[in-house]
Nanobody, 123 residues
């Protein structure tokens, strides 16, 4: 049984940083991702990673500010978020088990999800 547990969310001021963590168990997937969902909006992909070759894919809205990383052996995933903006406010989810496109940012492409961790950025 695959379990994903996120942590590290919180409330910060614009311009500050946060690091999200995801502890996975049950199976170690090569590809993982972070997605987010703001109130009243659809879930959107933030970043995805191949934890073996370390290739990554980012949403345009976070490029240059967010960094995804992870360790296949330790089965962990991280999201370093710098220069946070109020529009980054959302519930952030860790995802694993991509269906087809390896570094997909589409929520429908991922099989397993954590419960989420809330990030709130105030101006």
């Amino acid at each position: 049984q695959v379990q994903l547990v996120e942590s590290g969310g919180g409330s910060v001021q614009a311009g500050e940083s946060l690091t999200l963590s995801c502890a996975a168990s049950g199976y170690s997937y090569r590809h993982m991702a972070w997605l987010r969902q703001a109130p009243g909006k659809e879930r959107e992909g933030v970043a995805a990673i191949d934890r073996i070759v370390r290739t990554t894919n980012y949403a345009d809205s976070v490029k240059g500010r967010f960094t995804i990383s992870g360790d296949l052996a330790k089965n962990t995933l991280y999201l370093q978020m710098n220069n946070l903006k109020p529009e980054d406010t959302a519930m952030y989810y860790c995802a694993a088990g991509v269906i087809s496109t390896e570094l997909s940012l589409k929520g429908s492409e991922w099989t397993y999800w954590g419960q989420g961790t809330q990030v709130t950025v105030s101006s």
